[in-house]
Each structure stands twice: as structure tokens, then as C-alpha cells.
């Protein structure tokens, strides 16, 4: 079946520095695929979407690029800062719901 | 201003009892959703409705249940059958069907706590 795998937290930064959070998927067909982030205490908020290989969602600084060939949405930002840091899941559509990957917590360091 | 609305944010409960959370959008979507997540978890989904007066179980149903009368409500609710019912509950709201991307938006959550 359909399936997302996100890298292992927490994902420890110091301020300013590179930030790259891998998910790969599994499904048939062309899925929407979707990043979203969730701060300590709250629901999530939608990060970014691609709905076509090839696309790549962008928002605050943050950017994720569909790739068919790899299966992959991986997030990255340049430069982080202390106020990223939170939770952030990777997720594709199926069957009219979507399917989640079990998230990795961000901690940045000033 | 569109969204979506839980309450409360906080809740408490004595074993054995059972307690309604409340789901209300004015988004006009379609589809509404339930999850659960538990500390360091990720979510799981415990009942979903595609349409008014229809839902389908999640992965996690049993010991709860919801009902749909209205577009924008969905309450959930958490049974004495439910054998650890202490968790944050996430509502979320979201367009439905074949040329959907089923894009999702959440509420603020709800805690519950057993005591």
C-alpha cells in the first residue's frame, strides 16, 4: 500500500545554519504530495504542497521539489532560525485521505 | 474569518465516563477528519466523513464514535470502551474527491487527560 517514510528526529541545528528533512513515499499513480508543521501545543499548519512531479512547493524560506524518479519531497531550508523550530511531517494523498509520515522534530540552537 | 474550531482545548475526565469533543468549519468543505496523537507521535486516524449523515472508520475506531449531521460539525466521541483515551485530538477539515488534492487544514487540537 501506499506509505511515507520520513528521516529520524530530532534534527538538532545551530541558527543559520542548512536544513534538509528527507521523505520518500510509495503509491501508484501521481499523489499531491504535502509538508506540514506543527509548533509545540498547536494542530498543524500546511508548510508546502507539490501536486505534479517536477514541482516544487515553496513557503517562509522552506522549499520541497517532487521527484518522480526518486520518490522523494525532501525539505530544506538555507538558513534556519530558533522559530523553526517544531515538528514537520511529509504527507501524500490516497483514497481521499492522506497518508502521514510519523514526523521529525526540528530543534534549532541560537 | 474561515477555519476551523475545537473545544475546549482542555479536557478532563474521570475513568469510565464519556466525553464529547467538539469540530465546527466554516471553511464549506466536504470532508472531516479525526485524529489522535500521542506524545512524540505521529497521527492516527480514527474516523473520517466525506459527506453529511456518512463516516467511515480509521485505523484507530474502536472505543469511539462520531456522527455528521451538519456540514461543519463533526463531534467526536471518546466511550468508556476506549481503553487509553488520554491524548491531543486533532480535527481537520478539507475538499474531497477524484480531482481533489485532499489538502487538509487542522484545528487548534483538544487535550484530554483521564483521570
Known amino acids: 500500500g501506499n506509505s511515507v517514510t520520513q528521516m529520524e528526529g530530532p534534527v538538532t541545528l545551530s541558527e543559520e545554519a542548512f536544513l534538509t528533512i528527507n521523505c520518500t513515499y510509495t503509491a501508484t499513480g501521481y499523489p499531491s504530495l504535502f509538508w506540514y508543521v506543527q509548533y509545540p501545543g498547536e494542530g498543524l499548519q500546511l508548510l508546502l504542497k507539490a501536486t505534479k512531479a517536477d514541482d516544487k512547493g515553496s513557503n517562509k524560506g522552506f522549499e520541497a521539489t517532487y521527484r518522480k524518479e526518486t520518490t522523494s519531497f525532501h525539505l530544506e531550508k538555507g538558513s534556519v532560525q530558533v522559530s523553526d523550530s517544531a515538528v514537520y511531517f511529509c504527507?501524500?494523498?490516497?483514497?481521499?485521505?492522506?497518508?502521514w509520515g510519523a514526523g521529525t522534530k526540528l530543534i534549532i540552537k541560537p | 474569518d474561515g477555519g476551523i474550531t475545537q473545544s475546549p482545548k482542555y479536557l478532563f475526565r474521570k475513568e469510565g465516563q464519556n466525553v464529547t469533543l467538539s469540530c465546527e468549519q466554516n471553511l464549506n468543505h466536504d470532508a472531516m477528519y479525526w485524529y489522535r496523537q500521542d506524545p512524540g507521535q505521529g497521527l492516527r486516524l480514527i474516523y473520517y466523513s466525506q459527506i453529511v449523515n456518512d463516516f467511515q472508520k480509521g485505523d484507530i475506531a474502536e472505543g469511539y464514535s462520531v456522527s455528521r449531521e451538519k456540514k461543519e460539525s463533526f463531534p467526536l466521541t471518546v466511550t468508556s470502551a476506549q481503553k487509553n483515551p488520554t491524548a491531543f485530538y486533532l480535527c481537520?477539515?478539507?475538499?474531497?474527491?477524484?480531482?481533489?488534492?485532499?489538502?487538509?487544514?487542522f484545528g487548534p487540537g483538544t487535550r484530554l487527560t483521564v483521570l
Open positions: 481537520a477539515s478539507g475538499t474531497s474527491g477524484r480531482r481533489s488534492y485532499n489538502e487538509q487544514f
Open positions: 504527507a501524500l494523498n490516497s483514497n481521499y485521505q492522506l497518508i
